[in-house]
């Protein structure tokens, strides 16, 4: 590692950065969750669609962008993907063909059960106590309202 330059600021050194810290742990994490996902055939946009379809089933496409952070334009494809693989079908609604619904096929709701030992292979692999990783999970939640407002 370089030495540092003692004049620098310390509110610009990269470990000093909320940003890149939450930047490398998301890409950790993405790390820990492929294998995972790879076993489910799933990517993480993927996995993360399955997810809110498990909590409700029916949603419409523009209820899960919401849930998701993720405009139509980025979900579509991933919906098409899921549609392909025989996990959803999309429907339009009779009375505004506007409104698509998303369903979870019987495949989809299979997988449910092989997709419940990743939180718990994410949690060991945390090496956190499932309170600290909720505190954290909460504290993280809290910074993304406080900077979307």
């Known amino acids: 590692m370089p030495a540092r330059n003692p004049s620098v600021d310390p509110m610009l ?13 998301s890409l950790a994490m993405t790390k820990l969750y492929k294998p995972l996902l790879d076993e489910l055939g799933l990517t993480y946009p993927q996995y993360l669609v399955m997810l809110v379809l498990w909590e409700g089933d029916g949603l419409m496409v523009s209820e899960l962008g919401q849930r998701l952070y993720l405009d139509s334009g980025t979900l579509t494809p991933l919906l098409k993907r899921l549609e392909g693989a025989g996990l959803v079908s999309r429907l339009r ?3 505004d063909e506007r409104r698509v619904h998303v369903h979870l096929t019987a495949a989809g709701r299979k997988l449910k059960a092989r997709a419940a030992r990743v939180p718990a292979c994410v949690l060991q692999a945390s ?3 499932l309170p600290e990783l909720k505190q954290l999970t909460d504290q993280v939640r809290r910074l993304r309202e406080r900077l979307a407002a």
Request: glycine fraction near 0%; charge should be negative; include cysteine.
């Open 13 to 25: 050194l990269l470990d000093n950065q909320l940003c890149f810290a939450l930047y490398s742990a």
């Open 93 to 95: 609604d009779v009375a």
């Open 127 to 129: 090496q956190c106590s």
